[in-house]
């Protein structure tokens, strides 16, 4: 079971492997599927039946925000037993395919309802009982389905580039658009199926647009090569079979207490609050990370060097944590705010509210190359920020986006709860927001590599994922102190005090950062 990436077809377009394009195509209809679900969750959950043209559930903010977060927080989380599988039993090639699988399970399960459409229709009992049991089901799939692709199809991308150095980091920047352009496609199309036709017309698309990545995967994997084709050998060993075995009766196992707890779940044995299952979510995540750094700095033999750059590790850990429950209100908080208080008409037409999801990852497309020459400017005069800097940079701008939403709420405030904003105050805010992002997330990825110790590197990654799936979490119960209705005095009133508390939140983080910087610096042992 070799994990070289040797015979690889030979050829190239535009001067890269040609497996390269296999995962850019399915990277971005992968990202399509899930960026365009996306858009459309919260509308969906706190929509009435009457709204939409296929009913939502009518969900309160409040409990419609934790369900996305905990959902969002699921995805990240599921990557770490992805990855082990992937590693230990499929290779990534098979991990990309069965997870690109279940994920157009799940979307096509979210779409089932319309069959009351088509050949209905049902009693309001059953089409409720199905409408519930096929959202949240769904969900359950593309959850474990993306936790099979996702973290896998990076790996295979850096397994086609056995000679590492520049082309390789190049392949990466290709990759890392793909990504981008399925995030601004996804939320245009399946937004505008479900807003403006049918809930689960645009789940329905999600799905299709997983399935034209598949069988563009099954056209084009050749061209991958062994790249991610095998299961990791140990030792330079094929893998015991009996070990193989136990790996595969483990998988069984859980997958088995998994489904059970999802079974229970859905036929209501399991009466869940979102708000509370995202509560104790946030624990259980801290406390998980609490005894894995322990662990790390008393029992793992780590030298006093090791030690403080595992101690700037837990401080991005924190600090992204912070900063993902601020950027993720785009699609809870933020997207509800486009769709009631944001006057979306041009020339007679009302756009989706879920259109606004695509402007991060156009604001990307545009900045990224732009940040790439600036640091590379700012290092060249040794004038590059530090690490601790780049997050303190980040948390501003943060800020500076809720601070936005604050002028936006404050003018909603003076109007009176039936007026708009126009679409400005959104384009300013996710535009700040998306110069943090790109101040903090790739310089992240970058140190933890740099920093974690040799024989922990793997899992300081991982840890990384379970930072941002906290954040996530914790965005969902923001979201639901955050949001107001139209019609909602009382609520409408506290929102400008709430963005403004935010600002001064996240500022604060910021200003931490900077009054941390020379020991955080420090610590790094001269790693930027």
Request: net charge neutral; hydrophobic share 50%.
């Amino acid at each position: 079971m070799s994990t070289n990436a040797g015979n690889l077809p030979s050829g190239t377009w535009l001067g890269q492997p040609k497996g390269l394009f296999t995962l850019f195509f399915t990277e971005l209809w992968e990202r399509f599927s899930y960026y365009g679900m996306r858009a459309l969750l919260v509308l969906f959950m706190t929509a009435t039946i009457v709204e939409g043209g296929g009913g939502g559930f009518g969900l309160s903010d409040t409990a419609a925000n934790a369900i996305y977060g905990i959902y969002t927080a699921a995805v990240y989380l599921t990557a770490l037993p992805g990855g082990w599988m992937a590693d230990r039993l499929l290779g990534q090639q098979r991990a990309v395919w069965y997870g690109g699988i279940i994920i157009a399970l799940g979307h096509f399960t979210m779409a089932l309802p319309l069959i009351n459409d088509w050949f209905g229709p049902f009693s309001e009992g059953f089409r409720a009982s199905l409408e519930s049991t096929t959202f949240f089901l769904g969900l359950v799939f593309i959850v474990v389905g993306t936790g099979l692709l996702k973290p896998n199809i990076s790996a295979i991308v850096g397994g086609i580039y056995p000679e590492g150095g520049a082309r390789r980091d190049a392949g990466f920047t290709i990759f890392y658009m793909g990504i981008n352009l399925g995030a601004i496609f996804g939320p245009l199309i399946c937004g505008y199926l479900g807003e403006k036709v049918n809930w689960h017309y645009g789940f329905g698309a999600a799905g299709v647009g997983m399935v034209l990545g598949l069988i563009q995967y099954r056209i084009m994997r050749p061209y991958l090569g062994e790249a991610g084709l095998h299961p990791h050998q140990k030792d330079g060993k094929d893998m015991d079979p009996a070990a193989f075995r136990r790996n595969w009766m483990m998988v069984w196992a859980g997958a088995a207490i998994f489904g059970l707890i999802v079974i229970l779940g859905l036929t209501g044995v399991f009466e869940l609050n979102a708000q509370a299952l995202a509560a104790k979510t946030t624990y259980a995540i801290l406390g998980t990370a609490a005894l894995f750094f322990a662990y790390v700095l008393f029992f793992g033999g780590l030298d006093t060097a090791e030690k403080k750059r595992v101690g700037v590790i837990i401080s991005m850990f924190l600090g992204a944590a912070v900063f993902w429950s601020g950027f993720e209100q785009a699609g809870s908080s933020f997207n509800l705010f486009a769709e009631r208080f944001t006057d979306r008409t041009f020339f007679g037409f009302e756009h989706p509210a879920s259109w606004y999801q695509s402007l991060n990852a156009t604001y990307i497309v545009i900045l990224a190359p732009f940040f790439s020459w600036f640091w590379v400017f700012l290092a060249k005069r040794n004038l590059e920020p530090s690490i601790p800097g780049k997050f303190a940079l980040a948390m501003f701008q943060l800020g500076l986006g809720f601070a936005v939403m604050f002028g936006a709420a404050a003018l909603l405030v003076g109007k009176g709860s039936q007026d708009q904003v126009l679409p400005t105050w959104l384009l300013l805010t996710y535009l700040f927001h998306t110069t943090g992002e790109l101040c903090l997330s790739p310089v992240a990825l970058s140190a933890v590599t740099k920093l974690a110790p040799m024989r922990y590197t793997s899992q300081m990654m991982g840890m990384w994922f379970v930072g941002t799936a906290l954040g996530n979490v914790i965005a969902g119960l923001l979201a639901g102190f955050l949001s107001a209705r139209q019609g909602a005095e009382e609520s409408l009133e506290t929102m400008p005090d709430k963005f403004w508390m935010l600002f001064l939140v996240y500022a604060f983080v910021g200003v931490l950062f900077l009054v941390f910087l020379k020991p955080i610096k420090r610590w790094t042992g001269g790693i930027r």
